[in-house]
């Protein structure tokens, strides 16, 4: 890419400055009613509807930077760079050695910035099956996180920018703090494809309006967090300059938290006795400080970010604390364990045509005219994510062997077993191309989040069992036959545009194919679980169904973590309704 790295710019969007503060020593107090513990989509959320209540007052502590300036993360085409780019953006984690993928150990990047991943991820917004939603229902025992029930958090979370044809509005809200769209360039000769194939081929590959319907499977046009030609995240959108004003919110930066403190036994709300924390430590430059939370702590600082706070707060496995020398102050097993992440590869094929986005990766001339473009008027190739124009959503064949090996882990007749994205690119590679990624999400695998020592602020064992069970691996070489499918269509082949693919996988033996993916899959980034959800009173999971920590007063956990089952689909959506559902939790709670 020919953009430099990390770039930023002189104006600020987004996000008014008055209210985030960069010193500790600017902030007005160190008590208030609530502490979030993360500034990404699931903090910003909560405190953005908390503090609609003018007599609630919120600190928000994020351990990274303002997102504002940073023109990498506002060019919604240079996220596959940023995402992928170590630097003062991203907490640059690795996995532990995948066995399951061929030993490879893998960068997994998440965004360190206001706004957390929703500032750094691919944008891609969608909101999985109704049926992932009525799984949580049913194993949490709360019909409040069913499809019908979660359904108005998504109108209320976002807004679709009106295209015909091309989405549903009636599934979608006109108000939200994040914006929402379909791709906003056109490479008319490679949609039109995709497209026509849905007509050539129905029965495998039928056409679908809206994918965040709550029924998914089919082809359809990919809809993205970008709004006017620019990222919309929680940091642009529920933290926008109206909000960021408001006297009760707060908000810092640089302040990574270590742990919870002020542990006692007298917790308020709760019954006489149950444990409580009443702040956190956080570090500042070289410096600690604490804040005091009066009503409760929101743990919002993600899959990985959560259960790392808990299990230095001593919170988790009692076993596994003792070996590290810290003390045990409740007893939860399940905390950063039960990860489920969605594998993903991908496959390219050559094409004989110009019109592909390979050109804005190889020509410096072309990047910089679009790059003209955009700072000129929001428009051009680089308002999309990458970009990639359709996404698919599939399933397994009936008597797929990989059913032999387990059951059917999809939650139901209507939900996918596959992603797959269409790119009209070939991602780097020489010439003109395209690619199409194919993702397993209903994963079997599960994996964890653990401390690598008792220094809060070592990196953690990031663990997300890539192909631990062998269904992943046998559905996903499967699932790779529907690419070529896919391809096999005249839209393709009518007129010689499609060449030949980079890696021919219908010349490999089954075992060969699964060799393959195993050793070119990676992780998606959608790590969930690690604080999962699970019944009142159950004695496995970390929170109950109203995000309260098992066993302790004041502290609920309030982001992706607690989904206990990654859904079929790109993560920050469900984050985003999880958050909304969440604040409405705190906020019957204090009414």
């Not at 917004?125 to 049913?138: E, H, L, M, P, V």
């Not at 919170?315 to 039960?338: C, E, F, H, W, Y």
Request: aromatic share 10%.
């Amino acid at each position: 890419m020919f953009a430099p790295a990390l770039a930023t710019i002189s104006l600020f969007s987004g996000v008014g400055l008055c209210k985030l503060y960069e010193n500790v020593a600017d902030l007005p107090s160190l008590h208030y009613d609530f502490v979030v513990v993360g500034g990404g989509a699931g903090g910003n959320t909560v405190a953005n509807r908390l503090t609609e209540d003018p007599k609630i007052s919120v600190l928000v502590l994020e351990a990274g930077p303002s997102n504002a300036g940073v023109l990498d993360a506002q060019i919604p085409f240079l996220s596959n760079d940023f995402g992928n780019a170590a630097g003062p953006y991203s907490w640059n984690y690795t996995t532990t050695p995948q066995a399951g993928a061929a030993g490879h150990v893998f960068n997994y990047l998440q965004g360190h910035l206001l706004g957390g991943s929703s500032s750094h991820n691919g944008m891609a917004y969608t909101r999985g099956a109704a049926a992932d939603f009525d799984r949580y229902a049913k194993l949490t025992g709360d019909d409040g996180w069913s499809w019908n029930k979660i359904f108005p958090y998504f109108l209320k979370a976002s807004e679709n920018h009106d295209t015909a044809g091309q989405f549903n509005p009636a599934v979608h809200g006109t108000k939200g703090a994040i914006s929402v769209s379909i791709s906003g360039y056109s490479w008319s000769d490679f949609e039109q494809r995709v497209i026509q194939t849905t007509k050539e081929l129905p029965d495998d590959f039928p056409f679908n309006l809206d994918m965040n319907s709550g029924k998914p499977l089919g082809i359809g046009w990919l809809q993205y967090t970008i709004g006017n030609g620019e990222r919309s995240s929680s940091a642009t959108g529920y933290l926008k300059p109206k909000v960021i004003q408001r006297p009760n919110l707060d908000v810092l930066l640089h302040a990574q938290v270590s742990k919870l403190i002020n542990f006692t036994r007298t917790g308020s709300p709760g019954p006489p006795g149950t444990p409580t924390f009443g702040g956190v430590e956080f570090r500042q430059g070289t410096s600690m400080f604490a804040a005091r939370a009066s009503k409760e702590i929101i743990l919002s600082a993600g899959t990985i970010g959560t259960p790392r706070i808990l299990l230095n707060s001593g919170v988790g496995d009692r076993n596994a604390l003792q070996a590290l020398g810290i003390q045990t102050m409740v007893d939860l097993p399940s905390v950063g364990k039960n990860a489920s992440d969605h594998p993903y590869t991908g496959l390219t094929w050559t094409v004989n045509s110009n019109q592909t986005a390979d050109s804005l990766y190889q020509n410096a001339t072309v990047f910089n005219e679009a790059l003209a473009q955009w700072n000129k008027s929001r428009t051009g190739p680089l308002v999309d994510s990458d970009p990639g124009t359709h996404a698919g959503w599939l399933r397994l064949s009936p008597d797929s062997p990989a059913f032999a090996v387990h059951a059917d882990p999809s939650p139901g007749p209507d939900a996918p077993h596959f992603e797959i994205l269409f790119q009209p690119s070939g991602l780097g590679a020489p010439g003109n191309s395209i690619s199409l990624a194919m993702a397993m999400i209903s994963p079997v695998s599960r994996g964890s989040v653990s401390l690598s020592s008792n220094d809060p602020f070592a990196p953690p064992l990031v663990d997300p069992g890539l192909f631990a069970n062998e269904f992943d691996a046998l559905a996903l070489a499967e699932g790779t036959d529907l690419l070529f499918k896919f391809l096999s269509a005249p839209a393709w082949n009518h007129d010689g545009y499609l060449g030949a693919p980079v890696v021919d996988l219908t010349t490999m033996t089954p075992a060969e194919r699964v060799d393959f993916v195993r050793s070119h899959a990676g992780p998606g980034y959608h790590i969930v679980g690690t604080a999962g959800m699970s019944p009142n009173g159950a004695q496995y999971g970390v929170v109950d169904p109203d995000l309260r920590v098992k066993g302790i007063a004041g502290l609920r956990v309030i982001d992706a973590s607690v989904l206990p089952i990654v859904p079929a689909g790109h993560t920050q959506a469900a984050t985003y309704v999880v958050a909304e559902r969440g604040a409405d939790l705190i906020k019957q709670t204090w009414e």
